[in-house]
């Protein structure tokens, strides 16, 4: 290897780095699992509490939210991810044909493509008819271009279905765990609800740009806020059935 390849090594492995993934399909699923976790249940647990002192009837509420928001998210974001996909790889497929129908006429709106994105005329031609020669390859670059598809990084169902069914039921968890151990005051809920909203907002800043106070400081007035209306409804509710 010679000098100058060795630089040219060296500088490409300089200014390498890496991105967070954010296209694998668990990151959404998992952040909002969490977060609706946490919110939803606590608000469902005030909103029970608002209504009833009896601690058994919120504990019993809580585990319930907990399981049916879980598979609920579970299942809808299996069904959303699975039809996404089964969508993005239709218009795959008549790309597909349409190249084998016309390969002429998708070559040239190729090489219009490279022109529009700054190549001299020549050029895009160029490459245009060297990609053609690959059907593979020709449809992976109309795909892109044309669906902003990337068929090799479509989410996974499962992947997303799995992250929501877990980040929601360790969220949801959190305000029922002192019911668990025998609280009979929503206190104690409270405290380790937004305790944990905090910590949750501000974990989620380091994918953002966002300062970790702000998050943390977010989530919590989200889930304080929710929290207090139904905490309100149930007390309504709860004296005009009593």
């Known amino acids: 290897m010679t000098s100058a390849q060795e630089r040219a090594e ?3 492995q300089r200014i390498q780095h890496e991105h967070s993934d954010v296209t694998g399909g668990w990151l959404r699923p ?3 699992g969490a977060s609706d976790g946490l919110v939803s249940n606590f608000a469902l647990i005030a909103g029970v509490t608002g209504g009833t002192d009896d601690s058994s009837a919120v504990l019993l509420a809580g585990l319930a939210g907990l399981a049916a928001g879980a598979f609920s998210m579970a299942a809808g974001e299996w069904i959303s991810v699975r039809s996404q996909a089964e969508q993005a790889m239709a218009e795959v497929e008549m790309e597909r044909r349409e190249i084998a129908r016309n390969p002429r006429g998708e070559e040239r ?19 245009a008819r060297q990609l053609s020669r ?11 271009e044309e669906l902003g598809i990337d068929v090799t990084a479509l989410p996974s169902a499962a992947l997303a279905a799995g992250s929501s069914f877990v980040s929601f039921a360790l969220g949801a968890l959190l305000p029922v765990l002192p019911y668990l151990f ?11 609800t937004l305790a944990g909203l905090f910590l949750f907002g501000a974990l989620v800043t380091r994918l953002t740009p966002r300062p970790w106070w702000y998050g943390g400081a977010r989530q ?21 059935l009593g």
Do not use: C, I
């Open 30 to 32: 998992a952040v909002f």
């Open 134 to 144: 690959d059907p593979d390859a020709v449809l992976d670059v109309h795909v892109r």
């Open 182 to 192: 025998g609280a009979t005051s929503m206190l104690p809920a409270l405290g380790l």
């Open 220 to 240: 919590v007035l989200v889930g304080a806020l929710a929290g207090a209306v139904t905490f309100a409804f149930g007390s309504l509710v709860g004296a005009g």
């Open 10 to 12: 060296r500088e490409a």
């Open 109 to 127: 709106e190729l090489a219009q493509m490279y022109v529009a994105k700054g190549l001299e005329p020549d050029l895009a031609r160029q490459v």
